[in-house]
């Protein structure tokens, strides 16, 4: 099963990297994931992980997709962990980047859980 989690992890860190988050999410998420950003109470369902998305980048007032940089990735049967950089330019003219580790839980080729840790 690993290699199978593998290659599906690495198709949807191609889509990452080319900036289309929500593409990924609405073609990776099973219907009913859950996904929690650090400590925070987890999201259940596809739907409200997009609206979370969607909201994040209006929040912070996203302009433009900059990079998402993959660091290590590792695949443990159905479990996947990745560190990456995300760079975005803002509506205010300055350039941010996010640190964060991914950890998913892969069934069916499909993410049933997903956390994001950052600093």
Known sequence: ???????????????LKEG???????IYFAD????????????VGKQASIERLD????TI????FISYAIGD?????????YDAVLTLKLKNGETISLEQVVKTDWRDGKIVKERYYHG
Request: charged fraction near 20%; hydrophobic fraction near 35%; avoid cysteine.
């Open 1 to 15: 099963m690993s290699k199978q989690v593998s290659e599906t992890l690495q198709e949807m860190l191609g889509i």
């Open 20 to 26: 289309q988050m929500t593409e990924g999410q609405k």
């Open 32 to 43: 009913s994931v859950v996904t929690q950003e650090g400590n925070q109470p987890p999201i």
């Open 55 to 58: 909201k994040f980048r209006e």
């Open 61 to 64: 007032g996203v302009a433009a």
């Open 73 to 81: 990735v590792a695949v443990v049967g159905n479990t996947s962990f």
